[in-house]
């Protein structure tokens, strides 16, 4: 192992944090208080949402949208393969069928058009997603909603601070999600936020998270409820992180430019592709994922991991295809070979390590390391 590892993620957490978090600390307030009110309201104002519902996790606030929407036992929802595997569960959380469609290559968001495609008498909702941050298609995919009748959650659990033209993330369809896990944009440690315009939606979420209550009488439960609430502590590492998120984001935006610039002669040479991030300088960038040639295999992918983990740099395979997922082809009936483009590119994938404040020195060691990997195979 090398002398300085570089890790593949890195929470850009300041002394402003620290001092949040001491400070509420010193309140008798740590759970339902002022900071998650704050943090709601700063979370809707970047969505341009009315409403903000704090919950514990990206997965817990992606499960209260599809309950809210009302989406159970044989509806359908149509979303991506190409994916982290909550968007997936909290369609199967309701025992609600989730229906895969192929992506865009060009994005890696869900092709609008076999989406439309996949719409049936059953289906009730889609669910796209963001992938790494990308805002692509979004506009399309919710007309295609309006068009057909559905509802929409929107998984912007990777794209906080992200536009597509003056919209930004967050903002479209029913519903979205964010998280902040501490690989994200922001951290919260825990933490995920619903954004919303619908008092409806906001309600039985903000009912859902608190155990079904339906007012501040503690024992009075209106409906089968969760504990995903979010404690102060959380809420007020977000809250200081969100009043930070332009800073951070430009120092990633810089972090991915300096890629692009390092890795070059590697997409000159046809070896690697560039991550498909559209609207590059405007962009939310969650990670940064390059993929190998189509004429590399994914064995000569896992070779190069294996590299770069011996030289002590972080990386990652963006994303296993869900589809592919062994307890989801036993409980879906999917196989390999169902999603062609998502499988293509997922077996070529190479999350690079990537976070607020990557130094230019760490990124050469990367590509150097990266480029005599690749050029070995
Ligand atoms: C696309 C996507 N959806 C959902 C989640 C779930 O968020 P969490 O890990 O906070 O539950 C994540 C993040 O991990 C994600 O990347």
Redesign the pocket.
Known sequence: MSENPIPLSNPNVTEQEIQAVVDVLRTDRLSIGPKIKAFEAACAARAGRKFGIGVN??????HLCVRAMGIGEGDEVVTTPF??I??TNCVLFERAKPVFVDIDPETYNVDPAALEAAITGRTRAILP???FGNTAHFDTYEQIARRHGLAMIE?C??ALGGVLGARPAGNFGDCG?F???P??QITTG???MIVTDSPEIRDLCASMRNQGRATEAWLSHARLGYNYRLSEINAVLGLTQMARLDEILAARRQAATLYDQALGQLVADGLVHLPPMTWRDKASW?VYVIRLADNFSQANRDAVLAKLRASGIGCNNYFVPIHTQPYIMEMLGTRPGDFPITERIAARTIALPFFAGLSAEQVRRVAHTLSDAIRQL
């Open positions: 996790s990206g997965t817990s606030g992606l994916s982290f909550a968007t997603v963001e992938a998984d659990c990777e999600v998280a902040f896990y690989n994200k825990e933490g995920g969650f």
